[in-house]
């Protein structure tokens, strides 16, 4: 696991549902070919509201890469549906970590599980703190987001139990390391 | 102290004499679901972590239910059909409800509890969010990505956070106007849209065992919606006699402790209750159908896991026999099960299909159709502003496929009433 997640941040709000992040239209594309995976990236965020998508476009054009890293949201990040598209979109499209208040279970799961991204919790809700276009970096150790653009650091909440599948890199790695399965 | 419902399933299937809230358990699964959007996923991490020749844990235990992207040309969802076909054959699958074959079901929620596979005081995971509607049989029943199915598919365990469980307890009968979609609207709009994140939702009361076991799977379903882990209701004669029709396997009882401790109560009085509607574009978004009746429909949609079963269109039936629906409004039964008995039930000499065919509406085939969108040429999908009144269980944008239109979501009562007005309409207008 990188020590520090440095990048642009795209910033959103509350309840951003996994229609949002990947509609149900686009979830037929297989996830195991890495040419047709790239999809996934090129529809990321595509079910936002179209005021939204028109002001700050997540994906520009034609692109399958988003020009953004980090997401800061507000609270209930990736309610809705169980589709562990939805992380594997925005890992797909460059995403290296969510800050939000929180989360809906399943998605933070996903996240963790499948090893796709590092799902933070802030110990404030502040997306407002921050603007799409900012520079931001996150310090793992030590659990804090730096504005860099605005010159302000936020705390964030320690990862906890999960820290050690997320370390592992996702499920499957941490039971093999654990002796679970073979 | 005692445990409630879940914490006791939770802890036999840890092999436990006792769990707490927040401590993470492995457990043992009793039987996982996957269907044809996220059974593809699954199999593929499946085969990648535990070698192509491996086998799942238990050919009895996978249950293979395709039903959201049946009727569509759509290429990469035929794919998917295939996809998911293999697997089957392969693993020698003994529940796969193969489409258009004569085994194919529809919706997966409703299909595994009218095939036997819902049973009391079992662990059922899902790889579709609304897997917790087997809550109304008594069982914990919870949904997850496919990375985690792929781990039970090869182990038959998990880990789990035990949850925290919320109990919502309504006294006395429900009055004949309200139905499970307003119960689970009226709770969800109480605890607010993640007001139950990580919690157990528990349905009690007077006016929860009056109801069938029908309208209590609409109630689970929707735990999701307020962020909950699962629904539940403990069982009791109607649970019992609906598992022993569709099951000979054994089962246990469980049933919350007197001094179990909840995170929170909401107790209710089922008199005072009122038919509602959860405006665009949360679930928890509620408000009175009576406070609505401006609204102006151009779509009205009755079919899912929450309002497609037997008991949602018998009543939507009531309020549509003998008139004409003033906007289009879609039919959509939830399986073939479903399908079938619409044209043997009849009010006053009519069956169902041929009320609804009367009335102005289009019968669809029995899935998950537009309910969450899906293909281009999905039936009742939308592509422009509709505004439309649905059964369904999410009202997020763009969900029903356009993101220009609008969903309410309401009881097949209100979306029956407002179909014929062509307006939002409180359905006790119809129901004197």
Redesign the interface.
Known sequence: MEKIIKGKVYVLGDNIDTDQIIPAMHLVYKTDDPEESKLYGKYAMSGLPLDIAEKQPFIKGDAYISEYQIMVVGNNFGCGSSREHAPLALQKAGIKAVVAKDYARIFYRNSVDGGFLVPFESKEKIDSFFDTGDEAEIDLENAIIKNITKNKEYKLNSLGDVANIIEAGGLFNYAQKKGFIK | MGMTIVEKILAKHAGKKKVTPGE?IWIEVDTLLTHD??G??TM??FK???GKDAKVWDKDKVVLIPD??IFTK?K??M??LEYVKEFANEQELTYYYEPFTDKYKGVCHVALAEEGHTRPGEVLF????H?CTAGAFGQFAS??????A??IM??G?LWVKVPETIRFTFEGALPPYIMGKDIALISIGEVG??GA??KCMQYDGSGIRGISVEERMTICNMA?EA?G?CGIIEPDDKTIEYVNARTDKAYDLFYSDTDAVYAKEYIYDSAKLEPVVAKPY?PGNVDLAKNCEDVKLDRAYIGSCTGGKVEDFFAAAKILKGRKVAIDTFIVPATTTVRKKLEQITIGGENLIEIFKKAGCKVGKPSCAAC?????DTFGRTHADEVVISTTN?N????M?S??SQIYLASPYTAAASAVTGYITDPRKFLK
Request: proline fraction near 6%.
């Open positions: 993470n959007v996220t593809p996923g593929a991490i990648e972590k535990f959201h992207y759509d990469h969802a794919r998917n899902g790889t579709d969010s897997t949904g997850i990505g496919n990375t985690d792929a781990y090869g182990t365990k849209f993640s994140t990580y999701i962020g882990k949360s969450l969108g899906g293909p281009e999410r997020f944008p763009g969900r496929g993101l220009k």
